[in-house]
């Protein structure tokens, strides 16, 4: 009696760790997605997991970046003061941090002075409406210049809407031309030519085309937006397109033929065969086109002079203040650490929707 009662106490034992260990693989392969793989053996050590183990993996994906890091921080902060330039001194970390500082301070006052504008006119029409009811006011909007983090802005959306422009176009292209080799054949070389056309060229074209077809006082959107986007759509769909019609192509061609075996409808063969099989080759393509089109933008807004964070770059650069120089470098930063974030969010988005683990 008393050997059924421990082997069952151990069974329970040992489902309750299975249990536990299949939990904290799914919690690591979460963070390890969205780049906070760190964390995992902190959670594994909080739940008795083997210390030397969890410690030696903590170095690994915690230790070794951050020495990195203050290596590299170090090597910055010695050599930066050995370059000089005609602006000054190359800054360093320090200098950095202070203009990035200073940026969100500039953008927290300019708010302060949006909110007191719209504050005094809507005291103002108050006044008005008192004296006379049936007085027509007008609300005007808030003319001050864009701030750092308003530029921003600007750009996430401005490479998104392009990016997902590209994408509704290059998806369902590359099905067609993965389940066709007529279609393939016939896009095979457009693909070839179009795709390592620089953003510097198409810019022109594309901003005579919004200028010529884009007309009136108030549009639904900015010349310069539609100019940006569209030029980010141009170079970022390829990836997409060429990784879609890779796997499709590949797909077993045994399925397909179930598939035609069951008298599958041609959208639902897409919808329930194609598209799964082929969805680790789409993120893939995704994820490129989404770095491409945030690189591509950057460029765009430099050399069009549209609103975002490529024309902060360029006005600072032809500023030619004390603090320009620091200023660019915080935009650098700041411009490879969106790149990161946009990849982690696909990533995430893949392992939502696909059921293997994102890499």
Not at 69 to 85: C, D, K, Y
Not at 152 to 165: A, C, E, H, N, P
Not at 166 to 192: D, F, H, R, Y
Not at 257 to 278: C, D, H, I, Y
Request: one cysteine or more; hydrophobic letters at 50%; glycine letters at 6%.
């Amino acid at each position: 009696m008393t050997s059924l009662t421990d082997t069952s106490a151990d069974l329970a034992r040992a489902q309750r760790k299975a249990r536990r260990t299949h939990t904290l693989n799914r919690i690591s392969s979460a963070l390890n997605t969205v780049g906070l793989g760190w964390l995992a053996p902190l959670l594994r050590l909080a739940a008795g997991e083997n210390p030397r183990q969890q410690g030696l993996e903590l170095w690994r994906q915690m230790g070794i970046p951050l020495t990195a890091i203050l290596l590299f921080l170090a090597a910055w902060g010695w050599a930066a003061p050995q370059v000089q330039t005609s602006l000054g001194a190359i800054p360093g970390p320090a200098q950095v941090w202070e203009q990035a500082t200073n940026l969100y301070a500039d953008h927290k006052a300019e708010r302060a002075k949006e909110a007191a504008f719209y504050d005094r006119q809507a005291k103002r029409n108050a006044e008005i409406l008192a004296k006379d009811p049936a007085a027509e006011v007008k609300t005007r909007p808030y003319a001050g210049k864009p701030t750092y983090l308003d530029q921003i802005v600007t750009s996430l959306k401005t490479v998104f809407t392009g990016f997902l422009l590209g994408a509704l176009v290059a998806v369902p292209l590359g099905v067609a031309s993965g389940l066709s080799p007529t279609v393939n054949a016939a896009i095979n070389p457009l693909i070839q030519i179009f795709k390592p056309v620089s953003p510097l060229a198409w810019l022109p074209l594309v901003t005579m085309v919004v200028s010529a077809t884009v007309s009136g006082n108030d549009p639904l959107f900015e010349k310069s937006f539609l100019t940006s986007a569209i030029t980010v759509t141009l170079c970022s769909l390829w990836p997409t397109l060429i990784n879609t019609a890779v796997g499709v192509s590949s797909i077993d061609r045994d399925l397909m033929n179930v598939g035609k075996v069951l008298q599958l409808s041609g959208f639902t063969m897409v919808r329930r065969l194609v598209l799964p099989s082929a969805l680790p080759y789409i993120f893939t393509g995704l994820r490129l086109s989404l770095g491409v089109g945030w690189m591509v933008l950057i460029a765009a807004e430099m050399l069009a002079q549209n609103p975002g964070l490529g024309k902060f770059v360029w006005d600072e650069f032809q500023n030619g203040s004390s603090n320009s120089l620091a200023k660019i470098m915080v935009a650098v930063f700041t411009i490879g650490l969106i790149g990161f974030l946009l990849d982690r969010v696909m990533l995430a988005l893949q392992s939502a929707v696909s059921h293997s683990p994102a890499r």
